[in-house]
């Protein structure tokens, strides 16, 4: 039984092997020299100008939301429309309900104005 396993054993102990000494490796042959400059706040680019613990407005965290809900939305309806000539009446009800509740959030968050780019 154990000989089924020695592969995935095997497998295992090389990526733990490889994770570590890449590790080690990079804390051993780094060069370590700080200072201010590469010890600061790094943005974009550009130095902050504003203080760090400036409130974002909420539309950046809407934004966020239905870009992840409208992803998600994606990773359901493609294996969904891809099987759709093999599908059930309970697969294609199923898949009309989604598309529905899908739906109604998107009517709702237009109608609060989540989707104005002000």
């Not at 539309?59 to 759709?84: H, M, S, T």
């Amino acid at each position: 039984m154990s000989q089924y396993y020695l592969p995935v054993l095997v497998f295992i102990g090389v990526g733990i092997f490889f994770g570590v000494m890449s590790v080690a490796m990079a804390a051993i042959m780094s060069p370590k020299k700080p200072t201010d400059r590469k010890g600061a706040a790094y943005e974009c680019g550009f130095t902050n100008i504003t203080p760090s613990h400036k409130k974002f407005s909420i539309r950046f965290n809407v934004v966020a939301i239905l870009f992840i809900i409208f992803d998600v939305e994606l990773a359901f309806l493609l294996p969904w429309a891809v099987a759709f000539d093999e599908l059930t009446t309970a697969g294609i009800v199923g898949g009309m309900i989604f598309l529905l509740l899908l739906l109604v959030g998107f009517i709702y968050e237009w109608k609060k104005g989540a989707l104005e780019w002000q």
